[in-house]
């Protein structure tokens, strides 16, 4: 897929206005304590499936950069770019994380009366904030830009290969969930008889993802521009001409 | 192989060299579980597990942290003509899993000793805690590793692994806690499973991603 080609971008823009308008006002089920918070499903559910398609970019970008190094011109313009492309990719990730995290909050606030239980499946992504949080910091420490790029990215392919074995491994991180379809908890499945819901929902994780991936290759086209300019400013006789990025 | 044990002698005689480095760790858990003693008196069995496994966390940090840390950049390049990254790597796994297992073991008296030792399953114990100093050895050297590239700041490695032992530490503290009264042998086989599986995916992982670390 060209990701500078505009029809995915109007698909996108289409179906996040028809996610705003038929999330709000076509009919739900009618249930005890979710009442019309069933409709956060059409905006919280999908920001995970968004944050984890974008973290999966960022390793695919990580393991790129890493075998590319291993052969020969370790730092060259492709492989600066691969860089930007997965550090930008966490960023959006931390982003729709932060945003599941407040759609979440507000919703266990009016079903389960508090915003925050000890869940495992929130326990399983406030460590999964902590390690990208971690990620940040270890980039800062660097002064080297290639070198910050490399151990990034062996951060990056070591952390995400364990947190998903750990989250999908531990018996402690699955049973127990008082989430919906978790833990012998019904989930929305069961509820939506007549699939009503599923024509909102499905069109809202798409839209929503697409959205992400939006967004990360605008950031990548800015810092792209970014570090290029600069090395432009701090060296005129470098070989790099802008028209390259 | 010849390679690994030399480099695990050359560790070793540093280490002996500069004692103190070991002295101030192991003071440094003496005045930990004393702290606890202090603050807790009877300290019922199942904190025993957690408390033990948290202060396990904070003295293998301080003992592997230092493992990359005090290799200079003069060193490195030393290294390069000498050695291959796995050999390196391995060496330093194997010398970490020493230092370890006599941190723990230190440990474990000191808690005996203070705040008593309310483990039943003792066989099983010792196989939970082996499974787990493997787990917290592999995962501090190797973010040591990138620690140490990053500018040799200790508090970097507790940042970059913790977030890891979170969930490693829950397996490994569940397994503890089983082992708090004599049990059928049957109900350890899952954790036993999982550690070492975990340790297993860790240590390829680590070897594997060892290896681009190594190249400047």
Not at chain 1, 90 to 101: A, F, K, R, S
Not at chain 1, 159 to 187: A, D, K, T, W
């Amino acid at each position: 897929m060209n990701l500078k080609a505009i029809w995915w971008k109007l698909f996108c823009v289409l179906l996040l206005i028809y996610v705003a308008i038929a999330g709000l006002l076509s009919p739900v089920p009618r249930l005890n304590i979710l009442n019309e918070t069933i409709r956060n499903l059409y905006f919280h559910v999908p920001m995970w499936f968004g944050q984890i398609i974008i973290f999966t970019v960022s390793l695919v970008y990580s393991i790129l950069y890493l075998l590319d190094t291993n052969q020969k011109n370790a730092s060259s313009i492709a492989n600066s770019k691969r860089d930007i492309a997965a550090h930008s990719a966490v960023t959006i990730g931390m982003l729709y994380g932060t945003l599941g995290l407040l759609t979440g909050m507000i919703w266990g606030n009016f079903t389960w009366g508090t915003p925050w239980s000890s869940d495992p499946k929130l326990n399983c992504t406030a460590i999964g904030m902590l390690i990208y949080l971690a990620y940040f910091v270890l980039r800062s420490s660097f002064t080297d830009i290639d070198k910050r790029a490399r151990f990034a990215a062996i951060y990056n392919v070591f952390c995400y290969v364990m947190f998903v074995v750990l989250i999908f491994v531990i018996p402690r991180m699955r049973e127990f969930s008082i989430h919906p379809g978790n833990g012998g908890n019904p989930g929305f499945a069961t509820y939506d008889l007549d699939s009503a819901m599923r024509l909102v929902f499905y069109p809202a994780v798409i839209g929503w993802s697409l959205l992400a991936v939006w967004i990360w290759t605008i950031l990548v086209k800015y810092r792209e521009i970014k570090l290029f300019w600069n090395m432009r400013m701090n060296n005129p006789l470098s070989a790099v001409a802008l028209d390259q990025v | 192989m010849q390679a690994i044990i030399t480099l695990i002698k050359k560790e070793a005689t540093i280490e002996w060299r500069n004692r103190s480095v070991l002295g101030s760790l192991l003071l440094y858990t003496v005045l930990t579980v004393f702290l606890i003693f202090f603050s807790f008196r009877n300290l019922d069995p199942l904190s025993w597990a957690t408390l033990f496994w948290i202060v396990m966390i904070f003295s293998s940090v301080d003992a592997i942290a230092k493992s990359f840390m005090q290799e200079s950049q003069e060193r490195w390049f030393y290294y390069y003509t000498l050695f291959t990254p796995g050999q390196l790597i391995l060496a330093k796994l194997a010398y970490n899993l020493v230092l370890m297992v006599l941190v723990s073991t230190f440990t474990l008296l000191l808690f005996s000793l203070f705040v008593g030792f309310p483990i039943h399953d003792i066989g099983f114990f010792a196989l939970a805690l082996l499974g787990g100093v493997v787990c917290l050895t592999v995962l501090f050297t190797f973010m040591s590793v990138i620690a140490a590239k990053a500018g040799k700041n200790t508090a970097l490695v507790t940042i970059l692994s913790l977030p890891i032992a979170i969930p490693l530490l829950a397996v490994i503290i569940n397994f503890t806690k089983k082992t708090l009264v004599v049990q059928n042998a049957v109900i350890y086989s899952t954790d036993i499973v999982l550690l070492c599986s975990i340790n297993l995916l860790m240590i390829i992982m680590g070897y594997i991603l060892f290896q681009f670390t190594w190249k400047e």
